[in-house]
């Protein structure tokens, strides 16, 4: 497993765009697959996207297409989700999690995932 932590949440405006981050450490980056996940109090969590080991394949959740991208830097063990012209529906929780997979896999389901971050929040006022 993975230590990860996100930041990069805060408040902002419909129409407006944040950066979140996830940093990983406690062992290598390589091979893991990246996601990331959104959850409102109460409700079940949501998958947002995925980035393969290599960096190369991608996949979002419909809701977010177009207006979100994952992009990974594994020199800086990093992860990244920037999210473009928000929406106050797009107010939750986001967490990134790692899994371990091949070199252009990525995964949809929360399950497959082994390492999760604490969270940070998103605020989308309309």
């Known amino acids: 497993q993975v230590h990860l932590v996100e930041s990069g949440g805060g408040l902002v405006q419909a129409g407006g765009s944040l950066r979140l981050s996830c940093a990983a450490s406690?062992?290598?980056?390589?091979?893991?697959?990246m996601g990331w996940f959104r959850q409102v109090s109460g409700k079940e969590r949501d998958f947002v996207g995925a980035?393969?080991?290599?960096?190369?394949?991608?996949t979002y959740a419909d809701s977010v297409k177009g207006r979100f991208t994952i992009s990974r830097d594994n020199a800086k063990n990093t992860v990244y989700l920037q999210m473009n012209s928000l929406k106050p529906e797009d107010t939750a929780v986001y967490s990134c999690?790692?899994?371990?997979?091949?070199?252009?896999?990525?995964?949809?389901?929360?399950?497959?995932?082994?390492?999760w971050g604490q969270g940070t929040q998103v605020t989308v006022s309309s």
């Open positions: 999690a790692a899994a371990p997979a091949s070199f252009t896999t990525y995964y949809i389901d929360a399950a497959k995932y082994d390492s």
């Open positions: 406690g062992r290598s980056f390589s091979g893991y697959s």
């Open positions: 980035i393969s080991w290599s960096g190369t394949r991608t």
